[in-house]
């Protein structure tokens, strides 16, 4: 797992420089600096109100008795778009878009669903629930 995320930590930001280059070469330094400046101002924007809207649904669910499954995996899944909308670079953005959009948010939680019960299934996560 960990040679994942060092090899993560060392591709992302070299294709992310890759894209910012091409795309200030297309439409210009400074639009590209203010596209990177918006989108992160709107992605948190967007982030908080997704996160208090699942926010409110787990709580909603708890206070009926139910447990917030699904309300968890999509906080996950807003919770890391946002941290990605908020890392500077365009791919990151695109990405933490997808995740944040109630729309686009699906086709990412049943890969987060596998790896959850794959790290189950292994027995080294636990998983508590107290009452």
Do not use: H
């Not at 930590?9 to 795309?23: D, K, N, S, T």
């Not at 787990?58 to 139910?66: E, F, V």
């Amino acid at each position: 797992m960990l040679r994942y995320v060092v090899i993560a930590l060392i591709v992302i930001p070299a294709l992310e420089l890759i894209v910012i280059f091409q795309m200030g070469k297309l439409i210009g330094g400074w639009p590209t600096f203010g596209l990177m400046i918006v989108t992160g101002f709107l992605g948190a924007w967007l982030a908080r109100r997704e996160g208090l809207k699942v926010w409110r649904q787990a709580q909603n669910l708890l206070s009926l008795g139910q447990l917030p499954g699904d309300s968890i995996v999509d906080g996950i899944c807003v919770f890391t778009g946002g941290i990605l909308l908020l890392t500077p670079g365009l791919l990151t953005d695109v990405l933490g878009f997808l995740l944040v959009f109630p729309l686009s948010r699906p086709m990412f939680k049943g890969w987060i669903y596998a790896l959850l019960r794959k790290m189950a299934d292994r027995g080294n996560t636990y998983f508590f629930w107290r009452r």
